[in-house]
């Protein structure tokens, strides 16, 4: 073989994949936890009403199943979690 051969097991578009910037991925776990509003923030689901719901009272309770704002401290790590959403 000379050296004009192509070695086989080397992608030809390899030299390319090596300088092109990672993707940016969505974080999967976020974007099921996190909707976007429409004044561009975001709102979750608030905890604690999984389990053990004896010893909470029934306004507790359903003041649990509403959704809360994600606080404004949060906002620019679930921005990067959530590139495109």
């Keep these: 073989m000379g050296s ?3 070695d086989p097991l080397i992608p030809l578009d390899a030299s390319k994949r090596e300088k092109a910037m990672p993707k940016m ?3 999967r776990g976020a974007a099921k936890r996190f909707r976007r509003t ?3 923030g ?3 689901g608030q905890s604690h009403h999984r389990h053990i ?3 909470k009272s029934a306004k507790r309770k359903r003041q649990l199943v509403a959704t809360a704002r994600v606080h ?3 906002q620019r790590a679930v ?3 959530l590139p495109f959403i």
Excluded: E, P, Y
Aim: proline content about 0%; hydrophobic content about 30%.
């Design 25 to 27: 991925k969505t974080n």
């Design 38 to 40: 429409a004044g561009g």
């Design 72 to 74: 404004d401290a949060d």
């Design 42 to 44: 975001f709102k979750r």
């Design 4 to 6: 004009d051969s192509i």
């Design 79 to 81: 921005r990067r979690l």
């Design 53 to 55: 719901l004896t010893k």
